[in-house]
């Protein structure tokens, strides 16, 4: 039987540039119906918004790395990144929840220096609706 530990990191790996699937752990405990179901969203989104915070811790401290060899993105990539983000703004952490493109938003908002606050209000939003409406369409069909 998975615990709410287990949703947690679950959810925060999901959410760090590591690629896991916290949605299939949910469903699952979803389905063993072992505990609430308030308590699975808390617990799975609070989890995902602390992963999320750890990508922009990164990308907060690595700016000033940027313009190493070393460095996992071009200088011009990082312009590209910082140019889009200054066009859209924070708006685009709204888009946090989506795979592939999610976590390197929020690396991007710390790039930018986007303040804490706003990072983990909206993030928290973005991933709680996932999570909101993966519930619904679950428990709608079992």
Same mark, same amino acid.
């Given at each position: ?29 979803? !389905?063993?119906?072992?505990?609430? /179901?308030?308590?699975? !969203? $808390? ?5 995902? /918004?602390?992963?999320? $915070? ?23 990539? /990082? ?13 685009? $952490? ?6 592939v ?10 790039l930018?220096?986007?303040? $804490? ?8 939003l ?10 619904c369409?679950?428990?709608?069909? /079992?």
């Amino acid at each position: 039987m998975m615990t709410l530990t287990a949703m947690f990191f679950a959810a925060f790996i999901a959410a760090t540039l590591i690629a896991a699937q916290s949605e299939a752990v949910l469903v699952g405990m979803l !389905l063993a119906d072992s505990n609430p /179901v308030w308590l699975l !969203l $808390l617990v799975a989104t609070t989890g995902n /918004v602390f992963g999320s $915070l750890v990508n922009w811790v990164i990308g907060r401290f690595l700016q000033g790395y940027a313009v190493h060899r070393w460095f996992p993105a071009s200088p011009g990539q /990082v312009a590209r990144a910082r140019l889009g983000y200054a066009q859209h703004g924070w708006w685009t $952490l709204l888009g946090s929840w989506l795979p592939v493109i999610g976590d390197p938003l929020v690396l991007v908002s710390g790039l930018m220096r986007e303040p $804490l606050w706003r990072v983990v209000l909206v993030v928290t939003l973005a991933k709680g609706r996932r999570y909101l409406a993966l519930t619904c369409i679950t428990l709608r069909f /079992v």
